[in-house]
């Protein structure tokens, strides 16, 4: 079963930034397609951002557009999520999810159920 790990969040300024990372071991991430999504309490789960594991297409929530930006790392055999221009709204558990069944050339982030593996979240906090 592939373990998926996130890492990067912490407290920050708003208007400030971090850089997201989810790594797993035993596998390679660049098979997958991989998927951001963030949860605050008393909400529900949402789709942030996700890259296809063919061609590497990426997707953005509109909230999100033109501030975040996921690529993968293949070096390191991680995908990040770059949060720029963060705001207090944007304060969230933040977990990667993998789909290793994705067959078409553009990711998703309609259906959770679509994802296999999930990692067990980081805190993103946007506060002053």
Sequence with gaps: ???LEESGGGLVQPGGSLTLSCTTFGFTLDYYAIGWFRQAPGKEREGVSC???YGNVTDYADSVKGRFTI????????VNLHLNGLQPEDTAIYYCAADIYAAR???HLIDLS????WGQG???TVSS
């Design 105 to 107: 050339p553009m990711c």
């Design 71 to 78: 690529s993968r790392d293949s070096a390191k055999n991680a």
């Design 114 to 117: 679509e994802y296999d593996f």
């Design 1 to 3: 079963q592939m373990q």
């Design 122 to 124: 980081t805190q993103v």
């Design 51 to 53: 890259i296809s594991n």
